[in-house]
């Protein structure tokens, strides 16, 4: 009864190819967000998406393209993959209150 | 624009000894704060939240925090540490604003324990 999770876990691709990260939350909450975490473990929110629509969309190349068939899932469509795209990606769904639940994260390597 | 600030990257503490992890923070209205540890590997745990009322909050595995406004903190303590507690610790900002403006992390502490 995993609360939030995405797959895959790890990915590892070259550059140039497009990927894609599935996250799912069975936690009922309204918003979901993508987090960049860096090499430097920095976090940094790259979209929040409320009841499927998009809310926050922070300084992201538009090679990301979050999309959320319904409000459970938040997908992270990534094109043109590049060597600075190696990252940790985090899933997570929140509650009215703002307090993050997070998936395990999908390591992302582009060689 | 709202911001969090970790001073100390690193911190080495023997084991059993006491443990503050120090954030300040920018915020415009009024705060929610949050510490999360991360360990090696693995995701983001929720350790303790703050939205409003008391001042010192009490969380999981023992540690506590406390939010002074005047100060714009919100220091971590524990009073005896075990080589478990060894992970990334994180304090991190957000508004209440229907919950969808996400959180502002600082850029974490790395907490190491000596035996």
């Known amino acids: 009864d995993t609360a939030v999770s995405q797959t895959p876990k790890y990915l590892v691709t070259q550059m140039g190819n497009d990927k894609s990260i599935k996250c799912e939350q069975n936690?009922?909450?309204?918003?979901m967000y993508w987090y960049k975490q860096d090499s430097k473990k920095f976090l940094k929110i790259m979209f929040s998406?409320?009841?499927?629509?998009?809310?926050i969309n922070e300084t992201v190349p538009n090679r990301f393209s979050p999309k959320s068939p319904d409000k459970a899932h938040l997908n992270l469509h990534i094109n043109s993959l590049e060597l600075g795209d190696s990252a940790v990606y985090f899933c997570?769904?929140?509650?009215?209150?703002?307090?993050?639940?997070f998936g395990p994260g999908t390591r992302l390597t582009v060689l | 624009a709202q911001s969090v600030t970790q001073p100390d990257i690193h911190i080495t503490v023997s084991e059993g000894a006491s443990l503050e992890l120090r954030c300040n923070y920018s915020?415009?209205?009024?705060?929610?704060l949050f510490w999360y540890v991360q360990s090696p590997g693995q995701g983001l745990q929720l350790l303790l939240k703050?939205?409003?009322?008391?001042?010192l909050v009490q969380g999981i595995k023992g540690f506590e925090a406390e939010f002074k406004r005047s100060q714009s903190s919100f220091n971590l303590r524990k009073p005896s540490v075990h080589w478990s507690d060894a992970a990334e610790y994180f304090c991190?900002?957000?508004?209440?604003?229907?919950?969808?403006?996400?959180?502002?992390f600082g850029k974490g502490t790395h907490l190491i324990i000596q035996p």
């Open positions: 997570a769904s929140s509650r009215i209150d703002n307090e993050q639940f």
């Open positions: 936690l009922g909450h309204d918003t």
């Open positions: 998406y409320n009841n499927k629509e998009l809310i």
């Open positions: 915020y415009g209205a009024t705060p929610y």
């Open positions: 703050y939205f409003s009322g008391d001042t």
């Open positions: 991190a900002v957000g508004g209440s604003g229907g919950g969808a403006d996400g959180l502002t």
